[in-house]
């Protein structure tokens, strides 16, 4: 953290003056990418400023009550900020719908920890060894000096929570640890959370779950488990993308598993991958080769086919990785 000081000192000077502020994360938002970006709104918001959020796409059931809708921004229209928070998001096209903002912001800074970050803002606080964009931005926001309300500790809490995967991925580290028990301390209810994030899924979301499950396919040697959450399943069950969550993680939970692969169909020609690994594999280098980012056991990309073709390429491309 000591090498990011002197461009933390510069983002809080940026804040102060700054008037019209701007806080952007990812399209298809999750748990990192809302919790960040709504901790950083709570905590702007004593300073008087005009804020504006954007984030491309719906949110999850499980993080609507987290959300005031009405903080959100629609739509983009072109308005210029002096300046601009890009949290969690790795280069610029993820911004989808709302990457013109960077133009349009007279200073940029940029807060993430994917080690495929482009470095494409004006500041860049980018840390890999982090386990969250919410622990880097914790320790941001504590360098200020100012006290953190139980709400801000909320929101990061959740960003932690979901990105290690209820702590059980290999991004937590004993300070992640740490800083959540801090959290705690700051009075947020760990059971509470839990329950919201993860233990109220509604019947639909359920059925479709188990429809994507139920189309998992395995190859080489069961080592790659690959399956679709396609339009058709989301329109048959009356669900969002965003609320089928998980099944990418159900599928590396098979015993012989090493990497576990789910498309989404977005468009029919719209594809987008999402890859885990559970050993060696590195499947932010797979990621880069189609342009797209992420972390060693943890990534991935957009491709601009169908998903049967996907799928074709995918097996292929992992073909080399298992030695067939």
Do not use: W
């Not at 990457?99 to 803002?121: F, G, R």
């Not at 609320?243 to 159900?250: L, Q």
């Amino acid at each position: 953290m000591n090498l990011m000081m002197n461009d933390v000192k510069e983002v809080f000077n940026l804040i102060n003056s700054s008037q019209n502020i701007c806080i952007a994360g990812h399209k298809a938002p999750d748990g990192d990418c809302i919790g960040s970006v709504m901790a950083l709104y709570e905590f702007l918001k004593p300073f008087n400023k005009k804020l504006t959020v954007y984030i491309d796409g719906i949110i999850p059931f499980n993080y609507k009550s987290f959300v005031k809708e009405d903080v959100i921004a629609k739509e983009y229209d072109n308005n210029e900020f002096d300046l601009l928070f890009v949290l969690d998001c790795s280069d610029a096209e993820r911004l989808g719908k709302f990457k013109d903002v960077l133009k349009n912001a007279k200073k940029s800074v940029c807060i993430d920890h994917h080690k495929t970050n482009e470095s494409y803002a004006d500041i860049n606080i980018i840390d890999s060894s982090m386990s969250s964009t919410g622990e880097l931005l914790y320790d941001i926001l504590k360098i200020s000096g100012r006290q953190l309300t139980k709400q801000i500790a909320e929101y990061i809490y959740i960003a932690i929570l979901t990105d290690t995967g209820k702590f059980s991925y290999s991004n937590t580290t004993g300070k992640t640890h740490e800083k959540t028990a801090e959290l705690i301390e700051l009075g947020v209810d760990v059971a509470e959370i839990d329950n919201i994030v993860y233990n109220s899924k509604p019947s639909n979301v359920v059925k479709a779950f188990i429809e994507c499950i139920g189309g998992i396919e395995l190859y080489y040697d069961n080592k790659f488990g690959i399956t679709s959450i396609t339009k058709d399943i989301l329109e048959r069950n009356n669900v969002n993308m965003g609320d089928i969550d998980g099944v990418v993680e159900f599928i590396r939970e098979i015993k012989e598993v090493e990497v576990s692969c789910v498309l989404k169909e977005y468009e029919e020609k719209n594809t987008k991958v999402s890859l885990r690994s559970k050993n060696d594999i590195d499947v932010s280098a797979v990621s880069v080769k189609f342009r797209g980012g992420g972390h060693a056991r943890a990534a991935g990309f957009e491709i601009d086919d169908t998903v049967e073709n996907t799928k074709k390429l995918l097996i292929e491309t992992f073909k080399e990785q298992f030695g067939e």
